[in-house]
């Protein structure tokens, strides 16, 4: 009975020996395990080629769209408000009755001045002739010289008078226009701020109401201080530069119009240069106090080298991009002169026909076999 049981334990080991010696015989087999079938395994990439192509150059920035001219709209005289001609939000050209002021006290100033008028004139007329007369007579000998010379002030008081007398008319004349609350500039009227019936002064603070220009309307944006030599350079070599307003995220493009003016002064606390940028605006697409994206178009780089942007990979020697080479993966140094957008501007490093990989490259060794994919 135990040498049964010893025998079992010589066939059991024997068992497990061959099954070892099998194992390492198929890992010497050529081909049989799997790191050598990973070592050469194709990767699947997608390869864009390396044009050469003229490539408009933009700089972008955050802005705020400003109204052209904004006017509080204030009575210029004093008297009660006796009425408002315009709806709020109405659009309004420029001298347009806004409200009008009772004109009343100033058309009773206008008829005491031309009455004034009158008699001064009169009263001027009859020294006129006087003086002509003693003129006359003076040159015989018969008036003294000291009466005429007073005639003749009297001439020039009234006429003093009556010069006098024709500003008091202009002055009401102009009092009575200023009654009526005009529009300074074509816009847009905002909320009401006063009602008829209440008394209004020259001197208040509050307006009747605020008149927005809307057509043109500026932006107002920042770029970096660093941005500053380029963009001077460009506005006095080209004249201003086009501009285009975007909504926030630069998915569409909502009005085009021209640089005005580079502040005088750098922000030192963001190290940004503010710009402003004047847009028709027929349309109304932009609104004061609206957060855009202003794209400055700078220039045109003629016969750029350009690939994907997202070719494009940083290591510890700086950037560098797989190249298809036959049906492997090559590594290429390269300098970049600038991303614009999706688009990547090569100064050094390749050539116009080279395949970059732009999809799978992470998976990638130099010398790794590549699987183009469609």
Excluded at 66 to 76: E, F, G, H, I, L
Excluded at 187 to 195: E, F, L, N, S
Excluded at 267 to 276: I, W
Aim: glycine share 10%; aromatic share 4%.
């Amino acid at each position: 009975m135990k040498r049964g049981f010893g025998a079992l334990l010589v066939c059991a080991a024997l068992a497990g020996g061959c099954g070892k010696d099998g194992q390492n015989a198929a890992a010497a087999t050529p081909g049989g395990g799997k790191g050598a079938a990973g070592a050469d395994r194709a990767v699947p990439v997608l390869l864009s080629e390396a044009v050469t192509r003229d490539v408009p150059i933009y700089l972008d920035g955050l802005g705020t769209v400003t109204a052209y001219k904004t006017v509080n709209v204030r009575p210029q005289v004093d008297g009660r408000l006796d009425r408002v001609t315009f709806r709020e939000g109405q659009t309004v050209k420029k001298g347009e009755v806004l409200a009008e002021v009772d004109p009343r006290p100033f058309q009773i100033l206008l008829h005491q001045g031309e009455a004034a008028l009158t008699r001064d004139k009169a009263q001027l007329d009859g020294a006129k002739r006087n003086l002509e007369r003693y003129e006359a007579v003076g040159g015989q000998h018969l008036l003294p010289q000291q009466q005429i010379d007073d005639q003749r002030a009297l001439v020039e008081q009234l006429t003093g008078t009556v010069m006098n007398d024709q500003a008091t008319i202009e002055n009401a004349k102009l009092q009575l226009d200023y009654a009526k609350i005009k529009s300074p500039l074509d816009g847009i009227t905002g909320i009401r701020q006063v009602d008829p019936g209440n008394i209004v002064h020259a001197a208040d603070t509050t307006g009747v109401v605020v008149v927005t220009q809307m057509d043109p309307i500026a932006v107002v944006f920042t770029l970096p201080q660093d941005d500053l030599p380029s963009v001077a350079r460009q506005q006095q070599a080209e004249g201003p530069l086009q501009i285009d307003a975007q909504n926030r995220d630069g998915s569409q493009t909502l009005a085009t119009g021209r640089l005005e003016l580079i502040d005088n002064q750098i922000n030192q606390g963001t190290a940004t240069m503010r710009l402003k940028a004047i847009f028709p605006n027929p349309q109304r697409t932009l609104w004061p106090n609206q957060f855009v994206k202003a794209r400055v178009r700078l220039t045109v780089r003629k016969g750029a080298l350009v690939i994907p942007a997202v070719a494009v990979q940083r290591g510890p020697q700086g950037a560098f991009v797989y190249v298809a080479h036959g049906d492997r993966a090559e590594v290429r140094n390269l300098v970049v002169e600038r991303i614009q957008g999706e688009d990547a501007l090569v100064a050094k490093g390749l050539a116009a026909g080279d395949k970059v990989v732009r999809e799978g490259q992470s998976q990638l060794r130099p010398g790794a076999k590549l699987a183009v994919r469609p």
